[in-house]
C-alpha cells in the first residue's frame, strides 16, 4: 500500500519534475555560444541543437499527439528531422547528415521546445487530479504517467549524450576550447577506495542471499538480478531472474591514470597477446596509442577535458578508453573484467557513478524480457546484438539517473563516453 501511494503522489507531481528535468538541459546549454550548437565532427555525436530539438520532438510525438485531442504540431517537418531510430513513426534524417542542419535555427528550436513545454503544462495540470494507481513505471509502460516518466529518463540520457558529444567536438577544435573553464568533473578521485586497491568478495546481503542449498559459500550460489520495486527503470532491465556466479572478487575502486600510463610504457599497445581479434585489428588500424583525449607533451601527459587541456591527473579513474583496451589493461594485470551479473551482486562492496564501467558481458536480453508494442518498442531491445553492457553512471550523468540494476551498452570500439575500468578475479 505504501509503495501504491507514493506513485500516486509521484504522479500528482509529474508536472514539476517535468519542468526541472526540462530546465537542466537549458542550464547545460548557458555556457554555449551560437556556433558551437552545430557541428557534428563524427557520426556517433550529435550536434547540440538536434539533442534538445529530438528531446522535444519525444514529448510531441509519444504524448501530446496521443494525449492532448487540440494538440497542433509545431512544425509538421520537424517529424522527419528529429526522429532518432524509431522506424514505427517514420522516415528520418540520416545520423551522419544531424550536423548538417544550419536550419530551423537554434531561435527556432528554443520556440519549438517552448511551445511543446506549454503544451506539456496544461496536459499535465488537466489530468494531475485524475492519476490513478499504476504498475511499475518502465519503458513498456503505454499509460500518460509511464510515456512521461519515459521521456524524462530519455531526456536524462541526452543530459549525458549533450556533454559526451560537446567535448568529442570541442576536442578536434584546434582552439581546445573549454565549455567550462571553472568545471572539470574528469578529474574528480575517488574519496574511499584504498590506495593500493584491494578485492572484496561479494558476500551476500538480505536483497542478493545465495539459498542454503546453493553450495555453502557466502560468494558462490544464486543471486537475482535485475530491477524490482515501484518507480521507473528501462525494459532492459527486467524480468528479474536468477544467476549462478561461481567465487569471485572485484576491486574496490577503478583503475587509475598512472597505472594505465604503466600499461603504455610497458608496450601494451604493441602486444597482441593482450589483445582480442577484433581489437588489435582496431588499434593497428586506427594507430590506437592511448586513451581518447591523451596527448604526450614535453614528456608530459596531458588529457583534453571539459575544462580544457590540463595535465593528466595520476589519482583519477582513467577515462575515454574503450571495451578492447578494457580488456587488453585487464589481462596485461593479470585480471579480467567482472561480468554485469558479478557487478549488480557486488555494487554494494564499493563506491562508483565517476565512470561507466565495462563489464565482459554482451548485451542480450534477460529471460523474460518483452518489447512493447509501438515505438517504444525501439527503445532498446533492437539494439541486442554486437553490444557490450556497462554499469554504474559517470560524472556526465545527471543526478538521480542511476541505480545498480542499470544496463548502459554501446560497441567495443566506442570511447567517447566517459568509460572506465574495474577489474575482477
Known amino acids: 500500500m505504501q509503495a501504491a501511494k507514493e506513485r500516486t503522489e509521484n504522479q500528482a507531481d509529474l508536472a514539476t519534475q517535468y519542468r526541472e528535468v526540462r530546465a537542466y538541459t537549458e542550464q547545460l546549454c548557458k555556457p554555449l555560444e551560437i556556433e558551437d550548437y552545430i557541428?557534428?565532427?563524427?557520426?556517433?555525436?550529435?550536434?547540440?541543437?538536434?539533442?534538445?530539438?529530438?528531446?522535444?520532438?519525444?514529448?510531441?510525438?509519444?504524448?501530446?499527439?496521443?494525449?492532448?485531442?487540440?494538440?497542433?504540431?509545431?512544425?509538421?517537418?520537424?517529424?522527419?528531422?528529429?526522429?532518432?531510430?524509431?522506424?514505427?513513426?517514420?522516415?528520418?534524417?540520416?545520423?551522419?547528415?544531424?550536423?548538417?542542419?544550419?536550419?530551423?535555427?537554434?531561435?527556432?528550436?528554443?520556440?519549438?521546445?517552448?511551445?511543446?513545454?506549454?503544451?506539456?503544462?496544461?496536459?499535465?495540470?488537466?489530468?494531475?487530479?485524475q492519476a490513478s494507481v499504476q504498475p511499475p513505471a518502465t519503458a513498456g509502460g503505454s499509460d500518460l504517467p509511464d510515456l512521461v516518466i519515459l521521456g524524462m529518463n530519455h531526456e536524462q540520457q541526452h543530459q549525458e549524450l549533450f556533454l559526451t558529444d560537446l567535448k568529442y567536438a570541442f576536442s578536434v577544435n584546434p582552439l581546445l576550447p573549454a565549455y567550462r573553464n571553472d568545471w572539470v568533473p574528469?578529474?574528480?578521485?575517488?574519496?574511499?577506495?584504498?590506495?593500493?586497491?584491494?578485492?572484496?568478495?561479494?558476500?551476500?546481503?538480505?536483497?542478493?542471499?545465495?539459498?542454503?542449498?546453493?553450495?555453502?559459500s557466502d560468494r558462490s550460489g544464486i543471486y537475482e538480478i535485475g530491477y524490482a520495486g515501484y518507480g521507473f527503470?528501462?525494459?532492459?532491465?527486467?524480468?528479474?531472474?536468477?544467476?549462478?556466479?561461481?567465487?569471485?572478487?572485484?576491486?574496490?575502486?577503478?583503475?587509475?591514470?598512472?597505472?594505465?600510463?604503466?600499461?603504455?610504457?610497458?608496450?601494451?599497445?604493441?602486444?597482441?597477446?593482450?589483445?582480442?581479434?577484433?581489437?588489435?585489428?582496431?588499434?593497428?588500424?586506427?594507430?590506437?596509442?592511448?586513451?581518447?583525449?591523451?596527448?604526450?607533451?614535453?614528456?608530459?601527459?596531458?588529457?583534453?577535458?571539459?575544462?580544457?587541456?590540463?595535465?593528466?591527473?595520476?589519482?583519477?579513474?582513467?577515462?575515454?578508453?574503450?571495451?578492447y583496451e578494457a580488456a587488453a589493461f585487464a589481462e596485461w594485470s593479470g585480471m579480467r573484467l567482472p561480468t554485469e551479473f558479478e557487478w549488480e551482486a557486488a555494487s554494494d562492496k564499493f563506491t562508483w557513478g565517476l565512470r561507466w564501467e565495462w563489464t565482459n558481458s554482451a548485451y542480450l536480453p534477460y529471460p523474460g524480457f518483452k518489447k512493447a508494442a509501438g515505438a517504444v518498442g525501439e527503445y532498446n531491445g533492437k539494439f541486442m546484438v554486437n553490444q557490450m553492457v556497462l554499469r554504474g553512471a559517470s560524472v556526465a550523468t545527471p543526478p538521480g539517473h542511476s541505480r545498480p540494476t542499470y544496463r548502459n551498452f554501446f560497441q567495443p570500439h566506442l570511447r567517447w563516453q566517459f568509460t572506465g575500468i574495474r577489474l575482477a578475479g
Open 233 to 323: 527503470c528501462f525494459d532492459n532491465e527486467l524480468a528479474r531472474h536468477k544467476v549462478y556466479l561461481n567465487d569471485f572478487t572485484i576491486s574496490d575502486r577503478l583503475v587509475r591514470n598512472e597505472e594505465f600510463v604503466e600499461f603504455i610504457e610497458s608496450g601494451g599497445y604493441h602486444d597482441h597477446r593482450l589483445w582480442h581479434s577484433d581489437g588489435w585489428d582496431w588499434v593497428n588500424e586506427n594507430v590506437v596509442t592511448s586513451p581518447l583525449y591523451w596527448q604526450l607533451s614535453d614528456g608530459e601527459w596531458m588529457h583534453f577535458t571539459l575544462g580544457g587541456l590540463r595535465p593528466l591527473p595520476p589519482q583519477a579513474p582513467v577515462c575515454h578508453v574503450s571495451f
Open 186 to 216: 574528469e578529474e574528480r578521485s575517488e574519496p574511499s577506495a584504498s590506495a593500493g586497491g584491494e578485492f572484496v568478495e561479494a558476500e551476500s546481503s538480505e536483497r542478493n542471499r545465495p539459498p542454503a542449498d546453493a553450495g555453502g
Open 39 to 129: 557541428p557534428q565532427p563524427i557520426i556517433d555525436a550529435s550536434p547540440p541543437k538536434w539533442n534538445i530539438a529530438h528531446t522535444t520532438w519525444f514529448f510531441e510525438e509519444m504524448v501530446l499527439k496521443r494525449f492532448a485531442p487540440d494538440y497542433k504540431v509545431f512544425d509538421e517537418r520537424f517529424g522527419f528531422l528529429f526522429n532518432s531510430y524509431y522506424n514505427t513513426i517514420g522516415d528520418r534524417t540520416k545520423r551522419e547528415h544531424r550536423g548538417d542542419l544550419s536550419r530551423p535555427t537554434v531561435a527556432q528550436v528554443f520556440e519549438y521546445r517552448r511551445y511543446v513545454d506549454e503544451a506539456m503544462g496544461r496536459l499535465l495540470s488537466s489530468t494531475a487530479e
